[in-house]
């Protein structure tokens, strides 16, 4: 049973920073591609981020490329997002995703959830 779970979420002035971090259990996380969505209230659920099994290659959403950067560390079972220069319209519930078959593709219809963590973007 796979279980992802996030952290380091809170609130924030704008242009500041936050470090997201996702811990994962229950499957060899070094197999498979990882990802950061959000939510914003009203809103869809859109990808920010995805990093590869490897962590070699890398795709962010226009919205946040130059300010967030996405990692993981295989050894510790665990995907990090750094976002910068945060902006009022950053404030979500971010989720972490784990895609569902190793070496495949994320798709959010198809993927493990964690929990969601809230960031909050104050003027």
């Known amino acids: 049973q796979v279980r992802l779970v996030e952290s380091g979420g809170g609130l924030v002035q704008a242009g500041g920073s936050l470090r997201l971090s996702c811990v994962a259990e229950?499957?060899?996380?070094?197999?498979?591609?990882m990802g950061w969505f959000r939510q914003a209230p009203g809103k869809d659920r859109d990808v920010v981020a995805r990093i590869s099994w490897t962590g070699s290659s890398t795709y962010y959403a226009d919205s946040v490329k130059g300010r967030f950067t996405i990692s993981r560390d295989n050894a510790k079972n665990t995907m990090y997002l750094q976002m910068n220069s945060l902006k009022l319209e950053d404030t979500a519930i971010y989720y972490c995703?784990?895609?569902?078959?190793?070496?495949?593709?994320?798709?959010?219809?198809?993927?493990?959830w964690g929990q969601g963590t809230q960031v909050t973007v104050a003027s």
């Open positions: 229950g499957r060899t996380f070094g197999s498979y591609i």
């Open positions: 995703a784990m895609a569902t078959r190793a070496y495949q593709t994320l798709q959010a219809t198809d993927a493990y």
